[in-house]
């Protein structure tokens, strides 16, 4: 069975096509700045690449182009659209539903409802999944949710300690984000420690980042909340920070919610310190060459990450393994080894030489080390495929 996995951005596409059970990417791509005068298609099929520079009016003028890549003679991987049996799209923002769910009237409405909790992310994905009804007449769609796999969250680390009529009138809570990922790393760390579960602190450190505790299998605290800007420092994004802060600040520069809303979540975190980059390959750049607030930029991204994993911790009590994942985790000794220093004391030790070279799937502990420490690459895209295809199958 092919299953189109769509991930779809307030101006972009991603998209890949599996072939389903096998697990397969038979194509994939990207749509960017759709809605400007030139719009550029990065699409890859048949082992050739293909790029498309020309104007996108919007997602559904996009899907449309997406498709005939997909079915084009030489790029294509398709004959006919029809042979897309499945959708699985991406949704930052699924409230309280718990796990992948196919696709009804019921289930647009609450994305619908949802979007006032994720202005950027869920209008957006509506409009692809729309878009694609539209093409895929027969398909059936599944929406993937970025918060499901942490509704099994406890109340008392779900609930923010504010008047609980907010919880009941507005569901004001914790949801936590990143959930495919946090959940597909755990799965994998799994099969390499020979464990039908295990209780595992997860760090999937992106442009956008965040830590889950796991107790077998369930998430019991992220350190992501109402919307993604709590917990950690991101590229853009503030993270944890004394909220009298943002009164203090709209009190102080006139700023609206809504330029308040942009600067903690787009001007702060290592772009907001550095003054240079939101990317942290350029900040380690800049680091090496004796930029004094590039390294203090690192220095505060490992430090929050440290916190997260020795609270996490002790909620979980005994922890199996800790996981690095995303752009960062996956990729960046130095990082991980900031992260974990001096924390002996509690069962972690690194080797430094296994974590230089440690890439997907590898473990960077000492044999001396009680708590496993890897490195797994993240696939959400497979995750999506697979949930899609298990739940149309
Ligand atoms: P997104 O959240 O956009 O999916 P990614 O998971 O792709 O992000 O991660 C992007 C981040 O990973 C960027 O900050 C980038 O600089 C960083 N990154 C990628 N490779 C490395 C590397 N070798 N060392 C340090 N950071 C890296």
Do not use: W
Request: with cysteine.
């Amino acid at each position: 069975m092919k299953v189109l996995v769509i991930n779809s951005g307030s101006s972009s596409i991603k998209y890949q096509v599996f072939a389903m059970p096998e697990e397969k990417v038979i194509s994939k791509g990207l749509l960017e700045r759709i809605g400007e005068s030139e719009s550029n298609l990065k699409h890859t099929g048949n082992d050739k690449t293909k790029e498309v520079k020309k104007p996108v009016k919007d997602h559904a003028e996009g899907m449309t182009l997406i498709f005939s890549m997909l079915t084009d003679n030489e790029y294509g991987v398709i004959k006919d659209v029809s042979e897309i049996k499945a959708v699985g799209h991406r949704i930052v923002h699924g409230g309280s539903f718990t796990k992948s769910t196919l696709i009804d009237n019921d289930v647009i409405k609450a994305i619908e409802e949802y979007s006032d909790l994720s202005p950027l992310h869920n209008p957006p994905n509506l409009v692809g999944i729309k878009a694609c009804q539209e093409i895929l007449k027969d398909a059936k769609m599944v929406a993937c949710f970025d918060t499901g796999f942490h509704q099994t969250m406890p109340e008392h680390s779900y609930l923010y300690a504010l008047p609980y009529e907010y919880y009941e009138k507005y569901k004001v809570r914790r949801y936590g984000f990143h959930g495919t990922s946090h959940k597909y790393v755990y799965a994998e760390a799994l099969k390499m420690l020979k464990k039908d579960s295990a209780n595992i602190i997860t760090c999937h450190l992106g442009n956008g980042a965040s830590v889950t505790a796991i107790k077998n299998g369930e998430s019991i605290d992220t350190s992501m909340g109402l919307t993604p800007l709590e917990g950690l420092i991101m590229g853009t994004r503030s993270g944890d920070m004394d909220p009298a802060i943002v009164t203090y600040l709209m009190d102080k520069t006139g700023s609206s919610t809504k330029e308040m809303n942009n600067i903690l979540n787009k001007k702060s975190g290592l772009i907001g310190i550095s003054e240079i980059s939101n990317d942290m390959r350029n900040l380690i750049a800049e680091a090496d060459k004796g930029n004094k607030r590039a390294s203090l930029a690192i220095k505060m991204f490992c430090y929050r990450i440290k916190k997260y994993v020795g609270s996490y911790m002790a909620a979980l009590g005994t922890v199996d393994a800790i996981i690095f994942t995303g752009g960062i985790g996956e990729n960046n000794a130095y990082i991980r080894s900031s992260v974990l220093e001096n924390m002996e004391f509690f069962g972690i030790k690194v080797d430094h030489e296994k974590n230089k070279v440690a890439r997907d799937a590898a473990s960077f502990s000492h044999a001396d080390s009680k708590i496993e420490l890897l490195v797994i690459s993240t696939d959400e895209e497979k995750a999506i495929a697979i949930d899609t295809y298990n739940i149309v199958k």
